[in-house]
């Protein structure tokens, strides 16, 4: 018997997925609104996206300026890393106005007239909503820390100053109580106080949810995001989410929050979506969020697929991840975790596993061309709401080392090599900006074989990672996405569909398998294997990556679709082995 090449426990994986995607199909529509249904989005780092103006930090109108650009790369939503005023001390993070756009972006009007633009292309626009803590420098802040009593003093929590509470930080000031606060993440960044869901009766100053102040910051939070929704928005990522309410083990109050929130939105802008940073699908679904990110804080699959934060050692990673070419990686946790989190949200919400963000290395850190592809193809196949970050479009590398700007490093984690300049032509500064190199928010990557927009738009060979016109021409028939690939040389799939359409997984005797094709109209069937033997001329490649098979299956013969019986089917009558090769060679050959 020949022996099975393959983990079986990444052939369960795609099992299980197929069963899931085998299921009754209409009741798993989950709620908000329509043009979710086949949102693809695209997030901006506007200081490094597009310097209009050549000050050498990007800016708002330079996005509008890319919004064909955007748009052309498959793409019909953008979220925005925050925008506001600040002392810019995390990036933005660190809010000092939540109502005016920090002048280095523009104006608000720049803003109002990007989403009208980005509107008249049916595109959608999410800002970033920093609801967890304020800079110091916001007055709130300033006038909670006044000695003399006024509505703000309980706006942030503060700590008794003769008492040692864990993270306390004082603010010293000749008008300033002597009292230490709480922050949320750096420390010059206080937690707003939305209270403790189970306040210790001995420290008085852990308020109650329901204690006025911190009703009204809630309400005050509401106001930031009326502000914005009747200004031009379509909708918030929320910084870290999970953080508003402290003392809550089992999430109750921090999920009453968020539904109040919801139920707000529901009645009064029924088309805004809110999308949560906080990596449990599971609670934060349930609490209101149409999509969360499946990322690399919580939950494990994030890391154990992609290993954003495992360290590069040549082909391998530390620790392992599934996605190098080592292949010390273990699909099983991911699946376990993964279809945990689906199976208990996949009629509610959406999950989000982005290609990367602003806070972890790209894809691309440690990995070549042929890897990254492989991973976008399956992170854009699986279920969900796909998010690209960007620039990872085009392959930009993870700069290492980079400059540590504005808070940019954590630990160890230098967050700067993935936030650089976008590079949109071969001129100077990658056609970024004008301005004199040292004037650069961060440097431009100095590789010579840096990618860039211009040159990806001319050559055919280079992928784009998403192509809206390979969609069905209605949203109805296919309900989740079709991401292609610029031309017929690239990937197009469709995943779970109703109605006359649908997409399945296929799972190869040999391989675990990875779609691809509706039923009716089956384009191509790749796999996501393991080679196996080493290509002659070629590294040693244990790792996943993907394979075409030789021919395009006859869908009414050889694909049993809707049961986990499904199968990657072989070449026609001869039972033909699949082509194992490498993901390069299959994009050429389509
Ligand atoms: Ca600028």
Redo the contacts with the bound molecule.
Sequence with gaps: MRKLLVDPWALLAILCLAIEAAAPLSAEVPPGPKWLETAVFYQIYPQSFF?????????LP?ITAKLDYIQSVGCNAIWINPIYESPFGDAGYDVADFFKVAP?YGTNEDLKNLCTEAHKRGMHVCLDLVAGHTSIAHPWFQQSALDKPNRYSNWYIWTPAGESVPGSQPFPGEHNRSDRYLPNFFPFQPALNYGFARPDPKEPWQLPTTDPACVAVREELKRVMKFWLDFCADGFRVDMAFSLVRNDPDNEAIGALWRYYRSWLDKEYPEAVLVSEWSDPAVAIPAGFYIDFLIQIGQPAYGILLGPLSWPNGYSRDPHAFFERAGGGDIKPFVENYLKNYTATKSRGYISMPTANHDIPRPTCGRDEQEVRTIFAMLLTMPGVPFIYYGDEIGMNFLYPAPDKEGGTIGTLPRCGSRTPMQWSKEKNAGF?TAPAEKLYLPIDPSVSRPDVATEEKDPFYPRVVEVASRPSSARQCRRFSAGIRGKRYISVCLPSYGRYRADLGVDQSCCAVLLGQAERVRQCYAITRPRRRPPGRPLANGPRLVRHLRSPRPERSWRTGSAESRCPRGRASGRKPTVGYLETAIIGL
Excluded at 51 to 59: A, H, L, R, V
Aim: proline content about 0%; cysteine-free.
């Design positions: 310097d209009s103006n050549g000050d050498g930090i990007g800016d330079g280095r900006s």
